[in-house]
Structures are given as C-alpha cells and as structure tokens.
C-alpha cells in the first residue's frame, strides 16, 4: 500500500471527501473537499474555527493519484457574490464523457440546493439550477447519483426526519437534463437515530445497492438496500457492520472482477481506515482488511474510493495524526 497526503496546510482542517464527490477519468481523477480554520474545541468536537469562513477546494491528479494539485473553485464556493444569484437555464447531457455534477446547499433558502455542472472534468462549472424536492424539508446535499441516459440520472441524498432531526436517505430523479427532479421513494424506515450519506451502485443486472450510514442508541453501523425497478421501492437487503461508538459514511464501488468493495472510516481504537469484500452483490460481507489503524483521534474517515485502470484501488479520506494537529486529506492506493 502507498499513502500519500493530498492536502496538508498549517492553520487548516481539510475535511470530508465523501461530501463533496470523486469523479475519474482513466488517471485523472477530481475529489472535493472542504478547508476550515483549525481550532481544537474539545475531545467531542471537529477542531475548527466555525466563525471563520470555509472554502470549497478541489485536488487534481494525473497519475491515478500518486501526485496532486490543489484548485480553487470561486464558481462554487462564491457563486452568490460572483453572479449575484444568477442560476442556470441549461439542461446537462448525463452521458457526457467528461462531465460531472455536485450539489451545495443553498445559502439563504432553506429546503433548496443548487446544481452545478461541469462538462469539462471539474475544470470549470456552470451557474447551478436551484433544486427544490420538498416544500418543507431540508436536504444535506452530499454527492451519490447514477446516470442512465443523456437526459436521467437518479440521485441519492439525506433530507431531516419529520421531526426536523437527522436524517434519512432517499432517492429523486431528473428525466430532464437536471432542469427538474422528481422524488421516488424513501430509502429505509425512519429510525430514532439517524440512517444518512448513501454510496450507491448499479449491479450488472440493473438493480440498484444503497449502502447507508446509521446510528443509534451508542451503536453505529452499515446497512445495505436493492431496488430492482430504478429506485420506486426498496427492500432491506442486509446488514454489513455493526460496531460501537461513532459513525462513519460508506464509500461502495464494484470492482472489475464482480467484486463489491466498501472502503470507510473507523473512529475507534485503533483509529483508521477499512474495507471489507462482498462475492453475492451485498448479501454478505467479508475478509475486512485494515488499511490505515495509526490514527490519533475519531476526527478522521469520509472516503471515497474508485478503482484505477491499474486494477489499484484509489481511496482518499481526511485523517488525523494526531489530535492536537491539523486534519490533513490523505490517500491509500492498494490492491483489492
């Protein structure tokens, strides 16, 4: 395994890939993430400074991971004050061969997110389209979709509960180009804790697998669920972990080999990064391998994963040394 730091600044928390979206292109590959003023709070807490102002930064490399370059990203990050709320009439052909889409919560309407696209593997993005699901429900926009043709893609995203709390996954598509997005179902039962940040697949057979994040009541874990009519319904299809302690988001890919790989982040001792196998398409899980167990606090994980020409695996997650020191992003290339 080789693990390479992606993104280390003094002053600076680098957080939470699995938020903002991994997008590849042979090597090339693209992930998001967000730098915040490092501040230690308290050993319950993320270390940073929310007074100060966060920035959306991507990094770039060209050989599939093993170098990167860091970019700024004022088309989304300061869209408000760039185009003055200017939005997008554009429809986005799904299928473009390098293209991307990422969401960002709208900064003054709650219940709206907005839409933005690239069409030129995340070098430029487009004025977004203002996405509004439910007419009073907040959604937290993380980055899961799946394209079918020019004009569908079906996103999976975390809105609150009915209880305005933390969260529960589902699923709406868009058979428009992004102009307009439908709900279709709900993914999983309402729980008392929180079920939220879906990594999704398509099977070779079509059927859809949601892999969620869920806890409750001090425990934590990984569920999966199988649509097999384009995310109307959903079935329970099985659980993949369950642990003690703090939660971390899964991050699902299907390996060229029919494998199923799930990479995510452990916030207890020994503080690291995981990946377990599955040989039945997410029936059942095993042969957890250890990635990463020298982390120095919880404050660490959010991967994402993707499989390189190679047959490599490129995971890149936020990670911390050490509690007391800056939150750095990471990446582990290894062999599944």
């Known amino acids: 395994m080789e693990h390479i730091v992606v993104y280390k ?3 600076r928390f680098g957080g939470w890939p699995a938020n903002h979206g991994l997008w590849k292109w042979g090597n090339e590959v693209v992930v998001g993430f967000q730098s915040c003023s490092f501040k230690i ?3 319950a807490n993320h270390a940073i400074d929310k007074t ?3 920035y959306h930064l991507q990094a770039r490399s060209t050989d599939g991971g093993r170098t990167w370059e860091i970019e700024e990203k004022p088309e989304i990050q300061d869209w ?4 003055g709320s200017k939005f997008s009439n554009n429809t986005f052909n799904m299928t473009n061969p390098n293209g991307a889409l990422t969401f960002k919560q709208h900064p003054d309407k709650d219940g709206s997110i907005l839409l933005f696209f690239s069409t030129d593997r995340c070098n430029t993005w487009s004025d977004p389209l203002e996405v509004r699901i439910f007419k009073n429900r907040n959604i937290e926009p993380r980055i899961d979709y799946i394209v079918f043709d020019t004009r569908k893609a079906i996103c999976f995203l975390t809105a609150v509960k009915d209880n305005g709390k933390e969260g529960r996954v589902f699923c709406a598509q868009t058979t428009d180009g992004g102009q307009t997005w439908q709900f279709l179902s709900w993914i999983g039962e309402e729980i008392e804790g929180f079920n939220i940040m879906p990594s999704t697949i398509q099977l070779p057979d079509g059927c859809l697998l949601c892999t969620t994040r869920w806890q409750e009541a001090g425990e934590w874990g990984i569920d999966t669920y199988i649509s097999d009519d384009e995310g109307l319904s ?3 299809h099985g659980r993949v972990l369950q642990h003690k302690g703090l939660s971390n988001p899964p991050s699902l890919i299907l390996l060229k080999d029919g ?5 995510y982040g452990f916030r207890d001792k020994p503080y690291g990064i995981r990946a377990c196998f599955s040989y039945d398409n997410g029936k059942t899980w ?3 391998r250890i990635l990463r167990d020298d982390g120095g606090h919880w404050d660490l994980g959010y991967v994402r994963s993707t ?7 490129l995971s890149v997650y936020y990670f911390c040394e050490d509690k007391r020191t800056e939150r750095t992003i990471e990446a582990t290339i290894w062999q599944p």
């Open 307 to 313: 499989e390189l020409p190679s047959g490599e695996v």
């Open 286 to 288: 095993k042969e957890e």
């Open 80 to 83: 408000y004050k760039i185009s």
């Open 9 to 11: 600044e003094r002053g």
């Open 259 to 263: 494998r199923l790989c799930l990479t």
């Open 52 to 54: 100060q102002p966060r």
């Open 234 to 236: 959903w079935k329970f």
């Open 41 to 43: 709070i308290d050993d």
